[in-house]
C-alpha cells in the first residue's frame, strides 16, 4: 500500500513551547489529509481535514489557533501545536489519500510529550 | 459517533482462524465496510474492505452478510504479530473516517 511518513516521531518540549509536526505522502499525491489525536487507552479522534491549498476544516472542540495546520502541497501537510501544555501531550496520528483512491493510509504517529 | 458495534476485546490462539465480528445495522447503501488494525503505538494499517460481495486478499478474508447489517472479518492462520485493536469502519470515501473502540485481538502462543 501507499506509504505515509511522520517526522519527528517523537518529541518532548516544555509547556509553552511550539511543536511542528510533519505528513509525507511518500509515493502519491495526497489532496486531502487528516489528523488525529489519540490518547492513551483511546480511540483515534479525528482533529481536523485539510485539502491542499485551502483551510483546514475542524472538528468541534479543537481550537484552530492551537493547533495549526498546512497543507501546501499534494506531499505535505504539518500540525503546529502552539504554546503546548502538558495536557496536549498525546498520540498525533495523521492520514492521507488521493483523490480517487479507494483506501486511506495513516503515518506511523508522532508522541508528543509536554513537560 | 461510530456506527459500528464491535466485541471489545478477543483471544485467539496462534495458527487459529480469528473471526472477528462486526454489527453495523443502520449501514447506509453508499457506505463500504472498512477494517483497519492498530498495533501497539503505531498508525492504523488498512486491511481490507467491501461493499456487498466477500472479499479476500493476502491479509485477510471479509464476509459480509446479505443484508449488509453485519460482517466478520477473518484473519485465517492468526500470528503473535496479530495482536492488535481491529477496527470496522463504515465509509463513503466522500467523507472523514470515524473510529470506534475497536477490538483488542489477543493471539495466545
Known amino acids: 500500500g501507499a506509504v505515509v511518513s511522520q517526522h519527528p516521531s517523537r518529541v518532548i518540549c516544555k509547556s509553552g513551547t511550539s511543536v511542528k509536526i510533519e505528513c509525507r505522502s511518500l509515493?502519491?499525491?495526497?489532496?486531502?489529509m487528516f489528523w488525529y489525536r489519540q490518547f492513551p487507552k483511546q480511540s483515534l479522534m479525528l482533529m481536523a481535514t485539510?485539502?491542499?491549498?485551502?483551510?483546514?476544516?475542524?472538528e468541534q472542540g479543537v481550537e484552530k489557533d492551537k493547533f495549526l495546520i498546512n497543507h501546501a502541497s499534494l506531499t505535505l501537510s504539518t500540525l503546529t501545536v502552539t504554546s503546548a501544555h502538558p495536557e496536549d501531550s498525546s498520540f498525533y496520528i495523521c492520514?492521507?489519500?488521493?483523490?480517487?483512491?479507494?483506501?486511506?493510509?495513516f503515518g506511523p504517529g508522532t508522541r508528543l510529550l509536554v513537560l | 459517533d461510530a456506527k459500528t458495534t464491535q466485541p471489545t476485546s478477543m483471544d485467539c490462539a496462534e495458527g487459529r482462524a480469528a473471526n472477528l465480528p462486526c454489527n453495523h445495522s443502520?449501514?447506509?447503501?453508499?457506505?463500504?465496510v472498512y477494517w483497519y488494525r492498530q498495533i501497539h503505538s503505531q498508525g492504523p494499517q488498512y486491511i481490507i474492505h467491501?461493499?456487498?460481495n466477500n472479499e479476500t486478499n493476502e491479509m485477510a478474508s471479509l464476509i459480509i452478510t446479505e443484508d449488509r447489517k453485519s460482517s466478520t472479518l477473518i484473519l485465517p492462520h492468526a500470528t503473535l504479530r496479530d495482536t492488535a485493536v481491529y477496527y470496522c469502519?463504515?465509509?463513503?470515501?466522500?467523507?472523514?473516517?470515524?473510529f470506534g473502540k475497536g477490538t483488542r485481538l489477543h493471539i495466545l502462543p
Open positions: 509515493d502519491f499525491q495526497a489532496t486531502t
Open positions: 492520514s492521507a489519500r488521493a483523490g480517487g483512491v479507494e483506501t486511506q493510509y
Open positions: 485539510s485539502n491542499e491549498g485551502s483551510k483546514a476544516t475542524y
Open positions: 467491501g461493499l456487498k
Open positions: 469502519i463504515l465509509w463513503n470515501r466522500d467523507d472523514k473516517i470515524i
Open positions: 443502520t449501514i447506509s447503501g453508499n457506505e463500504y
